[in-house]
Nanobody, 114 residues
Framework: QVQLVESGGGLVQPGGSLRLSCAASGFTFSSYVMSWYRQAPGKERELVAS???????NYADSVKDRFTISRDNAKNTVYLQMNSLKAEDTAVYFCKARRISTYWGQGTQVTVSS
């Protein structure tokens, strides 16, 4: 059984930081491209960042220079370090794994507010 379990979301002040984690099981983690997506109420789900098995990264322009995606293949875990958070970063953040099949986590809420 495939599982992707996100954690680390919560309420943070503007300018603050959070680190999201996604723990994977049930597939060969190192072979998959891992990504973080986010979805705000009334908006479409959008790609935030991705990382290949070899460590090549890509970022949405809106988060470039503020967010960092990384992976630890020994722990079957992908991370999203979020710094200098803004109100517009408020969304549910989802973890995705892709090779031939695609798997999604359940999401974790991030709220940026005073």
């Amino acid at each position: 059984q495939v599982q992707l379990v996100e954690s680390g979301g919560g309420l943070v002040q503007p300018g603050g930081s959070l680190r999201l984690s996604c723990a994977a099981s049930g597939f060969t983690f190192s072979s998959y491209v891992m990504s973080w997506y986010r979805q705000a109420p009334g908006k479409e789900r959008e790609l935030v960042a991705s990382i290949s098995g070899a460590g090549t990264t890509n970022y949405a322009d809106s988060v470039k220079d503020r967010f960092t995606i990384s992976r630890d293949n020994a722990k079957n875990t992908v991370y999203l370090q979020m710094n200098s958070l803004k109100a517009e970063d408020t969304a549910v953040y989802f973890c995705k794994a892709r090779r031939i099949s695609t798997y999604w986590g359940q999401g974790t809420q991030v709220t940026v507010s005073s």
